[in-house]
């Protein structure tokens, strides 16, 4: 983590974005933002020397310092040229290859060192506005971040990494304050990246490469002054957010082991695009992402088949979470979603090898939001420690409840509200809610008279089914097909269909 942490914030703090043409900086400004700019990241700038030539800052030996928690990372750039161009902006140029240094220990307290390269090939930043709020544009040919050297205990491990980028874009604003805000835009042709090592558990060897083509990503957030570091908490507290999105159209990955028996597993994957999305505040935590066209294959030795496939057309997940204790119900939502999973016949005809179930597309979908109470603020507290649930549930909404497989599906929807006057039941946790659920269950039987006849399910299974189908549900209007609109009261009573359950 600290490698990515170290390749992201230094090249943020080494680069810059673009703004009005109307104002003027100076390469003195733009060296000046930078090393104010470090501090509310948490690290220092030093320098080997800085000379003024005609409209030219050179500084040489730039070093970058950034503690964290576990140790500290260091960039070493050997040349930074801030040239002003005479129209009040500045263009900045660097070395074509400078080198990040890792120090720490892992968490079993052994030391860890690593060397990462950065190589560059027409990168150049053009800095405009206004010395109290620099704007950067950044446009580059190719960069690539390499891996040359990683020890744990000052003993070398085998282990390469090398991520590249090509056809680089992006922007960078800053606009200082007692809060600062900072906005940032990113893009590229395509983002490559490999990993090849020892797996230190099992003795065996792994590979991982993959690229993702037409990768775009943004960003906006806040950096208090005299920001702690280290601890989310605190930093939120402080007043530190962030908002970021990341795209790309698609993308291609191969996973690799080989045990030290010579086992093989491979697993290849491809995409048509997905995304993925953070946002972050002292108040809730919001992320999510997805993908789409996804294939999947799997490989190897380790399988007593030539080859599994399997694919979906879409996948999705989003959760939101208030996490600030507070005497109000905040919002809170989840969302997950398979659409249109497949998988190989030769899975199928391990239990079916007969076809007779359908073999369509299975689509999970899960829609929930409501509201709940943070009875503790939920990043400030041992939640391992906690002897209470931390929330207090007051509502729920179920957008989307769905299960579609083998020719059956379940559908649902509804509203419960919680009221937490009365004593918990369900689980010892919530009280018994009120509302309604609407409930659809169509080729149930049909699915279970085949899974009888493969002998997946007890014949005692299916006439249970059909007793309490009977019961709890009226046929839909089409064959096969079961609903109930359910109804929890007040009293606690809970009707299907207006008829009290039978127990």
């Known amino acids: 983590m600290s490698k990515h942490i170290l390749i992201t914030t230094s090249f943020a703090a080494l680069t810059a974005f673009s703004a009005p043409v109307f104002a003027d900086v100076t390469a003195d400004d733009v060296w000046q933002n930078w090393k104010d700019l470090s501090t509310s990241y948490g690290q220092t ?8 030539s005609g409209d030219t800052l050179t500084l040489t030996n730039v070093t970058v310092d950034m503690p964290n928690e576990h140790g500290k990372v260091s960039a070493i750039i050997p040349q930074i040229a801030l040239r002003e161009t005479g129209d009040g902006r500045v263009e900045v140029t660097m070395s074509n290859s400078y080198s990040i240094k890792s120090q720490g220990k892992n968490g079993l307290e052994k030391d860890l060192s690593s060397t990462i390269t950065i190589d560059q090939t027409g990168l150049k930043i053009t800095a405009s506005g206004d010395p109290a709020a620099i704007n950067y544009d950044i446009a580059g040919d190719a960069i690539a971040a390499t891996m040359s050297e990683f020890m744990v205990d000052n003993k070398p491990e085998n282990l390469n990494i090398a991520v590249n980028l090509t056809k680089l874009a992006a922007t960078y604003a800053v606009s200082p304050a007692e809060v600062t805000s900072v906005s940032s835009t990113f893009s590229a042709q395509s983002l490559a990246f490999n990993a090849a090592g020892d797996d ?13 083509n037409n990768v775009a990503g943004a960003s906006t957030g806040a950096l208090p002054k005299a920001m702690a570091t280290g601890e989310l908490g605190e930093m939120l507290a402080q007043g530190f957010s962030t908002d970021a999105s990341f795209t790309y159209d698609s993308g291609n990955l191969n996973l690799g082991s080989t045990d030290p028996a010579g086992t093989t597993t491979n697993v290849d994957s491809a995409s048509h695009g997905g995304n993925l999305n953070v946002s972050l505040d002292s108040q809730r935590i919001s992320y999510g992402g997805g993908g789409k066209g996804v294939t999947l294959k799997l490989t190897g030795t380790s399988i007593p088949f030539p080859e599994v496939t399997a694919a979906y057309d879409a996948a999705e997940f989003s959760l939101l979470i208030p996490i600030a204790k507070s005497d109000e119900p905040k919002d809170f939502a989840l969302k997950t979603k398979l659409q249109g999973l497949t998988v190989s016949d030769m899975l199928w005809n391990m239990i079916d090898p007969g076809a007779s179930l359908p073999r369509d597309p299975a689509t999970l979908d899960i829609s929930l939001k409501g509201k709940a109470k943070p009875l503790v603020d939920m990043l400030a507290v041992d939640q391992s420690a906690m002897d209470a649930p931390p929330y207090e549930l007051s509502s729920v909404d179920i957008d989307a409840l769905q299960l579609t497989v083998a020719g059956a599906e379940f559908k649902g929807n509804g509203a419960l509200t919680f009221d937490n006057s009365k004593p918990p039941m369900l689980g010892g946790v919530v009280p018994m809610p009120t509302g309604k659920l609407n409930l659809s269950l169509t080729g149930a039987n049909t699915l279970l008279g085949k899974l009888q006849a493969l002998g997946l399910v007890d014949q005692q299974v299916t006439m249970t089914f059909g007793m309490m189908a009977g019961m709890l549900a009226k046929p839909g209007p089409t064959p096969d097909s079961f609903i ?10 809970i009707l299907s269909n207006g008829n009290p359950l039978p127990f």
Not at 46 to 51: C, L, R, V
Not at 200 to 212: D, R, T, W
């Open 484 to 493: 109930a609109e359910v109804e929890i009261k007040e009293d606690g009573k």
């Open 200 to 212: 230190p558990e099992n003795g065996g060897k792994f590979a991982v490469q993959g690229q993702m």
């Open 45 to 52: 700038y030093s320098t080997g020397s800085e000379s003024r």
